[in-house]
C-alpha cells in the first residue's frame, strides 16, 4: 500500500469525502476495542434472521456496537446487564449523544470505584471490591471513547486515569495479584500485568494479550486472561504505543514496528520460572489482529499466533473517499483537508475525525483534546500507511489463527487475505449469526469467542 493516489479537484474530493464521512460516520472506521464504535451500518434484522441489529440497544448503529461492547461483557463479570441497560436506559431518555453517553456511563464508574461497604466475612469487601472494579473499569472505558465528543474532550487523561486506577484494583486483588512491571522500550517503559493461575509455581503456557487501537485492558480480561486462567495458563496484557497509558498520559503514538514492543516482553517472559518458554502464544484484538502478525513475522520465539480479526492494512478500514485526499503532496493534502473538507465536518464527523487520528499523532492528539480537529491529516496518514503488513505476513513461522465474522465492518475481505497468504500452519475460522457471534469482536459473544482461540491454542500447544 503506498500514499500514491492521483490527486483529484478540490471540490470533488471535497463531495467524495463528506459523502462517505456521512455513511453512518464509518468512513473513519478503524479497528479498536472500545473495539471502535464508529461503526458503519448494517443490515436490519428481521424476524427470522438474527443479524446485527438483533439486539438494538441505541439507533444509532456505532452507539449501538459500543453497548453490545459492554452488555456482552458480562459473561466475563465485566459489566452488569442491569447496570448496562440502565444506563443505556438513561441515555436514550436524556437524548443520545457523545455527551450524555460519556456522562452515564462515567458516571457509573464513579459509583462502583467507590469501595463497597463492609461485610459480615473478612473477605467479602475485598472480592467484592475486585469485581466492582473491574465493572468501573468497564463503564470508564465507554466513557472514555467518546470524551472528545463531549464539552469537555480535555478530561480524556483524567477519564483513563480513572479506568486505569479501576483496573489496578482489580488487578492487585486477584488471586495471586498480577505481577506488575515496566518494561524498557526506547526511552519509555511499556506498563504489564501477568496474571497467574492460583496454584503451584510451574512452568505454563503463556498467551500475550494484544490490544487494539482503542481497547483498554479490562478488554483483555474479557478476550483472553480470564480463559487462560479457567485453562492453568498465564496471561500478561501491556500497553504499547498508542494505547492506555502511552498514548493517553504520555503522549506516544502508534509505531509501525510492532515487534520492537513485543520482543522486550518476550525477553520478560523468558526470565521467569513459571513461564514455559517453547509455548508462549501472541493474541492481537481488533486492529491487533495487524500487530500481533507484525511481530511474530519477526520475533520467531513465539509458538502461536491468533489475529482476530486478520488485518493487513487499517488505512483499509478508512473510507476510499477519504483515502484519496491523502497524496504523496503533504501541503496540497493537508491545503484540501483544511479548505474543502473540514469546514463542512458536523459535530458528530467532527468527533470522529478527531478520534480517529488520535492514535496515529502526538498534534493530532492534543487538537482533539482542545475541541479542534486536526490540521495535518498528511502526518498520522502515513504511520496508518505504514502498519500494512501485506509484505511481512509470509515470514511467520508460528501457526497461525486467523478469525473473522459475519458482517465484519472494519476489515472486510482482510482476514481471508491474511490467511491466503500465510505460508506455515493455518486455520480460518469465521464466527457467524447464528450463534450470536457475529460482528467485529463477537461483541455479544466473548465466552464462544474465547472457546474459539484457546481450544485452538491447547491443540498447538500441547506437548
Known sequence: MTASTPHQPAALTRRAALTGLA??????????????????????????????GAMRLFADPGFNFAGLLALGAAGMRASEVGEVLTAVNAINAAGLSEQTYTDT??????????????????????QTRRFRSLRAAQYYAQ???????????GDEEAVYRAGRKAWDTFARLCTPAAVTDRVPWGKTRLPLWFFRPDGPAERRPTVILTNGSDGQNLDMWTYGVSAALDRGWNALVYDGPGQGQLLFVEEIPFTTRWETVVSPIVDWLLRREDVDGERIAITGLSMGGNLAPRAAAFEHRLAAVVAQPGCLSPWLGFDKELRDIVTPDKAETNRIWNEEVVPELTPQLAFTVKKRFEIFDRQALRQAREGKVLTDIWTPAQVAMGLDITKVVGRIKAPTLVLDYDFEQFYPGQPRQMYDLL???????????ATGAQLHCSPMAPQQHCDVVFDWLADVLQR
Open 23 to 52: 455513511a453512518g460516520a464509518g468512513a473513519l472506521a478503524v479497528g479498536s476495542t472500545a473495539c471502535t464504535a464508529a461503526a458503519a451500518p448494517t443490515p436490519p434484522a428481521t424476524a427470522s434472521e438474527p443479524a446485527p
Open 105 to 126: 456511563f462515567r458516571s457509573w464508574g464513579d459509583r462502583l470505584a467507590a469501595p463497597p461497604a463492609a461485610g459480615r466475612d473478612g473477605g467479602t469487601p475485598s
Open 143 to 153: 466513557a472514555l471513547f467518546y470524551v472528545l465528543g463531549t464539552d469537555k474532550p
Open 423 to 433: 505460508r506455515t500452519r493455518r486455520e480460518y475460522v469465521k464466527l457467524t449469526k
